[in-house]
């Protein structure tokens, strides 16, 4: 009897194979000439070669399915399982505006036309200005966008990047190194990323550099090749620190900028590089802005309120 080995890489194995390994019942009432031995991360399976030709395939189709949606469940299998072979384009119409399918599967869309002017305009640019008040999703639309483009091959990694100014606060007094004072500066990022990648495969991007996150600082003499870049809190930016980030960009990449011109934490006679850009690049072909508002707001109903009422005290 043939023995074989196939193993799942940044894929959490409990969620492959179920709840008391639900999938592997499932696959063996399909392969019942095929014993099934599932320990860690690793598939044993013994039997005739033939045999275990179709079932690495099956196994394979359910592996993508799962990297791609982060869910798997009976139909699913059954319909990869006994499927010809084509590819089942029964949801292709259904799910065309989602971005990514985040962690157990979550459909993550542009929920308003901004958003949805965000992703129109990344299809026809190499890089956009998404500028707004917090609560617009700019920077989620923006996570999503990155990450739909590392599934589909479009780019090999993603780069998140903030300067590292603080808002009232003092990154020195905090304790640690580098990296834990800024870890949790960086943490919308994350956040973004935990809703759309499992916890197996992030940590593995990042321990691989193929996410990578890190102050705007780090950028300095780099070129950014083959990636999707995404400057955030970018109204923080100075002019040099603006034109240093801008021309960064290697061939067959993607750069999104957002940020916020209320509420720079810069010096108070400090020029923010963010309007700078704003102005400076507005009518450069390849080059979009798109400006988000209350309108856009998807957080808690009162962060709508709350930035029409402070709107009124700052135009007074």
Known sequence: ???????????????????????????????????????????????????????????????KYYMKYNKLD????????????????????????????GVSGKQIKAQTENQRKMVSLMTKNDMLFAVGPAGTGKTYTAVALAVRALKEKEVR????????????????????????????????????LRDMIPHERLESHLEKGIIQIAPLAFMRGRTLDNAFVILDEAQNTTHAQMKMFLTRMGVHAKFIITGDPGQIDLPRKQISGLKQALLALKDINGIAQVYLDDKDVVRHRLIKKIIKAYKSIETE
């Not at 319909?79 to 029964?90: A, M, N, P």
């Open 157 to 192: 990694r993603i780069i998140l990047t903030r300067p590292a100014v603080e808002s009232g606060e003092n990154l020195g007094f905090l304790p640690g190194d580098l990296k834990e004072k800024l870890d949790p500066y960086m943490q919308p990022l994350y956040d973004a």
């Open 74 to 101: 009976e139909n699913v299998i059954e319909r990869l399982i006994t499927s010809t072979g084509k590819e089942d384009k029964s949801q292709s119409g259904k799910v065309s505006d989602v971005l990514v399918h």
């Open 1 to 63: 009897m043939n023995e074989r080995i196939i193993e799942l890489t940044e894929i959490n194995p409990n969620d492959f194979f179920g709840a008391q390994n639900s999938t592997i019942s499932q696959l063996k009432t399909y392969f019942p000439k095929i014993k099934i031995v599932a320990r860690g991360n690793k598939l044993k399976i013994y039997g005739e070669p033939e045999i275990l030709d179709e079932f690495e395939k099956r196994v394979g189709m359910l592996i």
